[in-house]
């Protein structure tokens, strides 16, 4: 049961992100190591991951040079093309988990949210988890859906009993649902294989959105 | 999970416990089991379960053969059933070693056990109750996997002995599903066993469910809910103290379920509050959230095993022409009215014809009896004998055509899958009547008799829905008050009186059901009904599901008509019917417009309301001929005598199913309402005429 669950990154990924998100927020693109290294230490504990920075922090920042994705001269770090273009990746990650975790955080926690998060999530996962997010905004009453296929996103009701018979009948968020007819008392509709009748009065609580 | 349960459902499993085959001798339900060791245990007790319609009684049937009902419908079955059968065991070298006494027992079909209908009590009652080395087979269509895991989900947490008996796998299979069934049985920790009662393919279930007698799994899958809910869960699992695994107390406690709840202090239940509230920001509806994870969980298990080829196809496959005439808004409604007159009107004349040869029958043999003798002054044995006979001829005269030509149609139409559709059809109507669909059902039972009726009743989850429905059975006119109406009514005043009383009947039931929706304010739940697909109905369970809707009558209502036949015989011999003829008299004249006569069929109508037609003839003594009554006289008759609860038997079910105290209102509030309506009818009637 347990392999659908990632793989935690290693502690030098998570290091090499955050140089890089570091790198991206300097105007003039290089900075001294010292200033790099206090930096990268805050986004560390922002992220509240116990990882000492000062084990890697000379390896990782060897590997980005040999990336190419760092200069070193003397003192001085400077970040490349595709540095820049690795690391607007990550914040790009960064503020669309942010955005996700605004809905129900506050703007802090939605960012330490996201400064632990943007180290694991896979750009698919994400996309997933946008879509999901999208597909929520756009949930309209069943009653009111005008295309005959979409996606259940949510099921407004209050009598715990009743949603949970129409979980188990297979209503539930994330199911595909077509409608099949529109009768008097109410909808037809299909789900994956099973056909089953709705009363109007329950069709105005099953959100569903577009696929 | 123990190796020994992922081997279980598979070849693997048959080598370790030494089963030879299986086999077959005489019929195709007998079977031998040849095993080396005899199982420890002489009687396995089996729970067949799981969500409606999925095959549980067909199972039922494969493995007993032909006395289960089996239906198309969702929620027919409201009874539990049980059946038993003896089957040997031999050894290897042919040698019986033991004999194994299988109790099956079928449960209505739900779809969880945390809803509130009477089903559900039942079947949950009967998944409670069974002990340790009980088998639970729950029955999973593979179509819809995710929902009968959802099911299986909450009987795992409850620790039962669970095997998972997967029907419909070729159906799937050609429509492009297909079941990794080891897979499947690997990941729940208990076997999973594909069967089919078609073509009989039951024995892998029947084997694994002897061997799984004895051992019990010894770890379930448990669904792993969030992280501050499984905490709760721990903390509820220790309030009470019982068989049960302490985890499923815990989740039962959380689900609210009211069974659970009981058992608890008030104390306790404060205290798992507050609990409850600490979580609360995140977790504002802990039920659903466990519902979900628990939806969620079986979504993932049934996609983890099974390979879905051509759901898109699926999706965008045309309906059956039937859909599209059964959900259209208009065609849709019209269709079903229209069925349903047909259905009406051939019963009255295939039934009419065959009630009439029936009759003849009947008549030929009442002749053969000699008259006059064995008589003590005016007093006839053979007369008692004569109306024994007489009222059990015309209890098999209506049963016979009336009664199971319509259980027969009834029973086709349900096994075809047409029945729930209708529903859909009619709901709009019932609703506005304040009546649940589901109580069309029932409504259309009604018709072949009351008694079998009102006992369907428990299929509406509703107490309120219930007592409306059955207070219409007043009105429906069962096959006896069919008779009196085409009989009495339509034989001597003609078809359009005989109309005119089937109208103003039902004209007088939806007067009532408005009433009734303004009393009772209880609003029926709404509509959520499972559309089985269009099935070839099996003959076998047809008729075998419309033996035992006839079952009660032809036991319990025919005896009955027999002794009523007598006791009418005796009060009339000894004249009392008479007496009461008399002080009625100013009453049926002023009221109904009747004669005084009338009162006897009225009043023993009730009794022996088969006989009505006849008492109506011997209290006028006359043989055969003209009935001194006018049109409006006979239209009055019909609808005194059809208002009401029909006969002593019926207002019997409704004692035992609704109590005293609901069935005499009932009854009292149909003998007014009835009086009521007739009077106004004939009054209204003589204006027309």
Redesign the interface.
Known sequence: ?SNHVRKQKEPKTIVKENILRVMLEEPSRSKEIGKVRELSKEFIILGSWQIDLDVYFMEVLDDLQVAGLLTINQNQVSITKDGLIEAANILSKHQAIEKFFMKDLDKNEAHIAAGILEHFISKEVLENMNRIRSLEENGIELINFTSD?GIITALIIDD???????????I???E?I?I???????F?V?L????????N??CNKILVAMI | MTKRNILESDQQWQKDQNIDHVEKIKKKIKFDFKIDRAPKKDKIKITFIGQPNVGKSSLLNALVGTKIEVSNYPGTSVEITQAEKIMKVFSKDKREISKIKYIFIDTPGIYSISDRSPEETITKRAIFSSKENDIIILIADVNALERSLYFALQILESGKNLILGLNFVEDAYKKGISVNITKLSQILGVPAVRFNPITKNIKDLLITATKRSNNISAENFNVKYDDHIERLIKYASEIIKSDLPPRFIGVRLLEEDPDFLELISNEQLQKLKEEKKEIASEHPNIKEEISKTRFGTAAYIAEKSTHIVKIEKEFKKKQPIMDRVLFHRFWGPIFTLFFFLGLFFVLLIVGGEIEELLVLLGDFVIELIPEDEWAIGDFSFLNLLREGLAGGFAGIAIALPYVLLFYLILGFTEDIGLLPRFVVNIEKIFSFFGLPSKSFITMILGVGCTVPAITSTRIIPQKSDRLKTACLFAFIPCSSRIGIIMGVVGFYGGFIIALATFGTIFIAMMIWAFIMKRIMKAKPDPMLIELPAYRRPIINNVFSKSWLRMKSFIYVVIPLLIGGGIIYSILDQLGITALIIEPFRPFMEIVFNLPGETIVPLVFGFVQKDLTGAMLLSVFEIEDGLLPLTNIQLYTFGLASCIGVPCIIALGTMFKEYGLKNSLITLFSMILYGTFISNIAWRVAILFI
């Open positions: 049961m296929e715990t009993q009743l949603f949970e018979r129409m979980v188990s009948m297979g539930c968020p994330g595909r077509k099949i007819a529109k009768v008097a008392a109410g037809i299909k994956k294989h099973t056909q089953i009748a709705i009363d009065s329950l």
